[in-house]
């Protein structure tokens, strides 16, 4: 209160300039006297204003920090590693063709090359690793995995076929041991036709740089070929053994040498490949090259130690050969190899193939051999395809200038598709879970508390996960920064219910225990979406992200939905609202509504934000077209909109010829209801509608108009009336949401109607009849194009019913073995 006094002081002494005395007769104040007063409020004053930038410029910084500060709690995850032997080791580098790692931050590393020493080139284009389309197998991926004990994965290549297959056998006190047995055969026709060679090539490698207490070096010890021991923290004093099982051998080599990193092991062995004679006149080979260990490294002594040890065996199929890790902690009766690995795997696959009946009944359901072939080989795609990262995402959030990199932190994860998405994605492990939690509630469990420990304080978790060199080096540069004001459709909450409804009898104290701590960051995460999805109305909702200045897309994309190019509001502003974010928040306020019951918790504003959200006539008064009869979203639209080459302007020198869109009729706020699709579907797919309104009907006697979204191979994306059908969005990028069929959103509408089949109205009988046929028409037709090109597949074509985009693509499509087994 000093201050104001003393201005209002000041002021009333300058305009009383005909006074010489104050009222009461004091003395007038002296010119120095009213200085010394300026000056200190001057001074208070400055001091004022360095206080407020300290403070802005504080929390500038505060702001900037936030994208890359963990959320401030306990961790969902505390028993991990060797807390957690029988998942320690596994098959936890979906990238490759067959590799075993630990779930330990810095793992050892072991996995297997191969290539045909006649198909070789000097730019190492034959030697296959890393899941690549562009190696064109025939066909590969397991066939059988329990996601713990053991796993069995067909590779076709050419005129070989490839089986490889691991087991374990649990002791001591550092993860216990491990066989895998690589098995190289002929296709059958052509045993007389061949005799080329084919070389695999074993490698273990080190994450860390070696050091006293973790190393790795060659070893012969009581066998033949080329073998590694070493020691790390995790696993103490190991050895990994090779035998040939049988066949013959014609020749084996090593290196051991210094690789620069786990994204270039092929590399380095492609750099240490020598060609070896004979005789002047005699057969060539291609062998590694012994040690091959450059001046600079790691050095114990004189000499730098490796990191990387490979030996390669090189022979004519038939032939099989045996790689047997063993801890020197752990005791046994005779090693995990011949007779004892071969009765050890029969009696895991007889185990796996007994579970799997009780787990989806297709037998009783009257399938037969073959699609129980094919659902098992889904299933255990899923479950062999779980990978295990570590590392830090690039995140940027609107406060910092360039991004930044987050903590280091574990993921154990599912993946989308070998080949093309060997990392995790957000809104595909949601989906992943459905069926990953069929099969074991625990180890979806284990997924879904590691994702959420990656949550930052805002309650943001990074739509994409690219943990670890490995994971970096596939993809693409403009790909890698993930931004804090793009979410992804929180799919979670329905994992989370439906293992409450369909597991809830098996909700054990230690699970309940999981519960709890996940609840404070469902919290987080239901509030981020709720404040920073929200949109200018009360109620409203939409996706940010979308790119306002883009000149060359038809329709700019919403990555944030997971329906990356589905046609919104031409024109993307602020006043958008989105019918399937609306969609995504109702579930998730019902789940935690749910969740908070279960915990004992206060869950009454997220049930009454559900009720809120669910209310039909709320809802349809925002998003529903009485004009096309449809669900929809709302926004500054035109459909008048092509994509057109811009005219040479001959006075530029830099002028680009890549199409731009131009705009024919101006945009309106309105309800985006030209392109009925999946996005129209949302109320319908999430179970919001209710059973009895006419607006179900409507949806359902859509669905099954085959000049709208009906095919004999499941629903397409978008109407076949839509002015974005099957249009490339720029002149490079093909239709992706924009006709394909999709199994993720086919598994939800099937999910739904199943739900209406169930539920006493006026429309239960029409969401029989339309499930019954939906159903049989996705699951036929993924059987068959898998059996056609020996691949699940991304997306199916909605004429021709093949398989396209990336394959194979045992994510979300695997979920047709839940529509097999009718687990919803």
Not at 249 to 265: K, N, R, W
Not at 370 to 398: D, H, P
Not at 536 to 565: C, F, I
Not at 789 to 801: K, L, P, R, V
Request: aromatic letters at 12%.
């Amino acid at each position: 209160m000093a201050r104001p006094r003393r201005t209002v002081q000041i002021i009333s002494n300058k305009g009383d300039k005909g006074n010489s005395s104050s009222s009461n007769g004091s003395a007038t104040s002296s010119p120095a006297k009213n200085k010394a007063v300026i000056f200190t409020y001057w001074k208070e004053a400055v001091g004022f204003i360095c206080l407020v930038i300290a403070a802005t410029v504080g929390y500038q910084g505060y702001l900037e920090t936030r994208v890359n500060t963990p959320y401030d709690d306990k961790k969902v995850v505390i028993h991990s590693g060797l807390d957690v032997p029988e998942t320690f080791w596994g098959s936890y580098r979906p990238g490759t063709y067959f590799g075993l790692k630990t779930r330990d931050p810095h793992s050892l590393v072991t996995g297997l090359m191969w290539y045909s020493p006649k198909k070789l080139t000097r730019g190492g284009d034959g030697i296959k690793h890393w899941c690549e389309q562009g190696d064109n197998l025939d066909q590969y991926g397991w066939i059988a995995h329990d996601g713990a004990n053991f796993g069995v994965q067909e590779i076709y290549d050419g005129n070989f076929i490839l089986t490889t297959s691991f087991v374990k056998r649990l002791g001591g006190n550092n993860g216990g041991d491990w066989t895998a047995r690589i098995s190289v055969d002929i296709k059958p026709g052509v045993e007389k036709k061949i005799k080329d060679e084919i070389s695999l090539i074993w490698y273990t490698a080190l994450d860390d740089p070696p050091s006293t207490q973790n190393f790795i070096t060659t070893s012969d010890d009581s066998t033949p070929l080329t073998g590694v021991k070493g020691h790390t923290p995790g696993l103490g004093d190991f050895s990994i053994k090779l035998f040939n099982h049988s066949g013959a051998i014609q020749h084996e080599s090593f290196v051991s040498t210094v690789a620069p990193g786990l994204h270039l092991l092929k590399e380095t062995v492609l750099s240490s490949l020598r060609l070896l004679e004979d005789s002047p006149n005699g057969p060539k080979k291609i062998v590694l090259g012994g040690e091959l260990l450059p001046i600079t490294g790691q050095v114990t002594g004189d000499r730098p130690q490796p990191n990387f040890i490979a030996t390669q065996v090189t022979a004519q199929a038939p032939f099989t050969l045996d790689v047997v890790f063993e801890s020197a902690s752990n005791t046994r009766e005779a090693p995990l190899l011949g007779d004892v690995y071969d009765t050890a795997l029969a009696w895991h696959q007889s185990r796996f193939e007994q579970r799997f009946e009780n787990t989806f009944g297709l037998k009783e359901k009257g399938y037969g051999p073959k699609e129980i072939r094919f659902a098992q080989a889904a299933l255990s795609n899923m479950i062999g395809g779980i990978g295990y990262f570590y590392g830090s995402s690039r995140v940027q959030s609107a406060y910092t200038k360039e991004p930044v990199p987050s903590w280091k932190a574990p993921l154990y994860t599912a993946v989308p598709s070998r080949s093309f998405f060997p990392r995790g994605f957000l809104w595909d492990e949601g989906f992943h879970g459905f069926l990953v939690a069929s099969w074991d509630i625990d180890v979806e469990l284990d997924i879904i508390s590691h994702w959420f420990d990656l949550m930052n304080v805002e309650g943001w978790i990074p739509r994409e996960q690219i943990l670890g060199v490995e994971a970096l080096a596939k993809v693409p540069e403009e790909f890698v920064t993930q931004r804090n004001n793009n979410a992804n459709p929180p799919t979670f909450f329905l994992t989370l219910q439906y293992i409450l409804r369909n597991f809830d009898n098996q909700i054990t104290a230690k699970r309940l225990e999981v519960f709890e701590k996940l609840y404070p960051r469902l919290q987080a995460w239901f509030n981020y979406f709720n404040t920073t999805q929200r949109g200018e109305s009360m109620g409203t909702y939409r996706w940010h992200g979308r790119d306002t200045t883009t000149v060359h897309e038809l329709n700019p994309k919403t990555l944030a939905s997971g329906l990356d190019d589905f046609p919104r509001a031409s024109h993307p502003t602020d006043e958008e609202r989105h019918i399937d974010m609306r969609c995504w928040i109702a579930i998730a306020a019902d789940t935690l509504a749910k969740i908070s019951s279960i915990l004992g918790r206060d869950g009454y504003k997220y049930d009454q934000t559900a009720l809120y959200l669910t209310d039909n006539e709320l809802m349809d008064k925002l998003h529903w077209s009485d004009y096309a009869q449809m669900y929809a979203d709302y926004g500054l639209h035109t459909d008048s909109v092509v994509l057109k080459r811009p005219k040479p302007n001959p006075r530029s020198q830099t002028q680009s010829s890549e199409m731009i869109r131009v705009t024919l009729k101006n945009p309106e706020y309105r309800l985006v209801d030209s392109s009925f699709g999946y996005i129209s579907l949302f109320p319908f797919l999430l179970q919001i509608v209710d059973e009895t309104s006419p607006k179900l009907g409507k949806i359902l006697s859509d669905l099954e108009n085959p000049n709208l979204l009906w095919t004999e191979f499941g629903l397409r994306s978008i109407a076949k009336n839509s002015p974005m059908y099957m249009k490339k969005n720029t002149e490079h990028d093909p239709p992706y949401w924009r006709g394909p069929i999709w199994i993720n959103i086919n598994f939800l509408a099937i999910r739904a109607l199943d739900f209406y089949a169930k539920k006493e109205g006026p429309y239960q009988e029409q969401a029989q009849r339309i499930y019954t046929r939906l159903r049989k028409n996705v699951i036929d037709n993924v059987i068959k194009q898998y059996y056609k090109s020996g691949y699940i597949w991304e997306q199916y074509n909605d004429t021709t019913g093949q398989g396209s985009g990336c394959r194979p693509f045992t994510g979300w499509s695997a979920l047709v073995v839940l529509l097999m087994g009718e687990k919803f």
